[in-house]
């Protein structure tokens, strides 16, 4: 955050009128300030970057299709791994898959759908968290928020679900109806596991018992 602000002020510094911002400004900022040089520096870095972060939501969301191959929620063949770098490869490809669908979508549009989604599921954790620490208080965990008290847990996760319906509050129909659509098939989806998934498989997966993870 800190970095992203210092950004944003000496960008404003050089372009002060933020409404002519565009997704190519901060580009416009570095010919100001350090010519053709920075201008390149600045463009490989952002590609860079770009390549990186989009390299780790891959393997995040295929170890999470990895999971729920693994717990019979979708086809096992999504479970399988590479025999020497445990990578869930059949995951990643149908993964690029789905996502060179959405190649002529709006950016815009996509990023608000994500948003809508991220907030949604934030909900979730932090209801998750406030039930856990009351049923369950005295359960091991990897991780304890540093919050003793169940009012002051309730504060605590009161304040960013708040931020999160608020943020859900602004969106558009649109996105509102393919959000709900999406937690229609996800809710149809876990009801078909719990139906046909055999007894002992039911519950939650223990990664750490996985060689293969």
Known sequence: V?????????????????STWTDGTFEVVAGVLGGQPLVSYF???????????????????????QGMASMDSLPRVLATVHPRYHTPWVAMLALCGVMGLFMNVDFVHLAELEMWFYALSTVMKFAALAVLREKEPS????????????????????????????MLARSNLHNHLIGLAGCTMSMLAALLHTLRAPQSRKGFIDFSALDDL
């Open 2 to 18: 800190l970095i992203d602000g210092l950004a944003i002020l000496v960008g404003m510094t050089v372009v002060q009128d933020s």
């Open 43 to 65: 463009t490989a870095c952002a590609a860079i970057s770009t390549l990186g972060l989009q390299c780790t939501l891959l393997m995040l969301a295929a170890r999470v299709i």
């Open 139 to 166: 359960a091991p965990r990897p991780f304890r928020v540093p919050v003793r008290s169940k009012l002051g847990m309730r504060v605590f996760c009161a304040v960013p679900v708040c931020c999160c319906l608020l």
